[in-house]
């Protein structure tokens, strides 16, 4: 069974750290955070840290609208759609 630990920032639930044989995986819960969401740390502080600083960057960009919280799985889906996109040889016209 794997192990996880409640990521908090600033009494806020952010995410989960799951313990994997090679670290721990941040696993974002809310959209603020998602910056770190999968990102792989050799402790389970230094998830954290990656948490606060997804945190603390959302916080600079401004505050967060029920809207966007809601179209953040979406706005994840087509981020990825991009980067596979970046990675795929242009056709010539």
Do not use: C, H
Not at 17 to 40: K, M, Y
Not at 66 to 71: C, D, M, R, V
């Amino acid at each position: 069974m794997q192990s996880s630990k409640v990521v908090e920032i600033d009494g806020v639930f952010v995410g989960a750290a799951i313990r994997l044989p090679e670290g721990w995986q941040f696993v974002s819960a809310d959209v603020r955070a998602s910056g770190a969401n999968g990102a792989l740390a050799a402790t389970f502080a230094d998830a954290q840290m990656l948490a606060r600083r997804a945190v603390a960057s959302a916080r600079r960009d401004g505050p967060i609208s029920k809207k966007q919280q809601a179209s953040g799985s979406f706005l994840r889906k087509l981020l990825s759609l991009e980067s596979k996109l970046q990675e795929t040889p242009r056709q010539p016209d």
